[in-house]
């Protein structure tokens, strides 16, 4: 059976508490992620902070802010100030259907992978969307049509 560990993404972007909004916006932008994972300096998880997070702390385009303004207010605005800790984690040893399970229950995009505590990992929707791609190819090669 599969464990978390066997699909999750190992190498992390992550950031720090006090890093900022603005840092957190360019990160989300040039890596294409949607969740970023905030941890200590030894990788002592913290929080979570997702595009949606970054949204709300966003001015309205229709409040007719440039985007040097909204840059500015975003360097005066610290990840811990929007991070949730009230997140759901999960162990790289959990069996994948648990995860899948809890991804779909709570409506979730990602669960943080922690062992004892430190970030080893992340595992989104995406990666179960590339599993059900790769399971499908298998499928086809096999000549079963899905």
Known sequence: MLAVKDLMTKDVFTLRELDTLRTARSMMSLARIRHI???SENMDFKGLVTHRDILDATLSRFADVDKETQDELD???PI?????TDVHVV???APLHDAIETLLTHKYGCLPVLDKGKLVGIITEADFLKLTLRLMDTLSAQGIEI
């Open 37 to 39: 994972p905030i941890v």
């Open 80 to 84: 811990r100030e929007l991070m949730r």
């Open 91 to 93: 162990s790289p040893e």
């Open 75 to 77: 360097l005066g605005i």
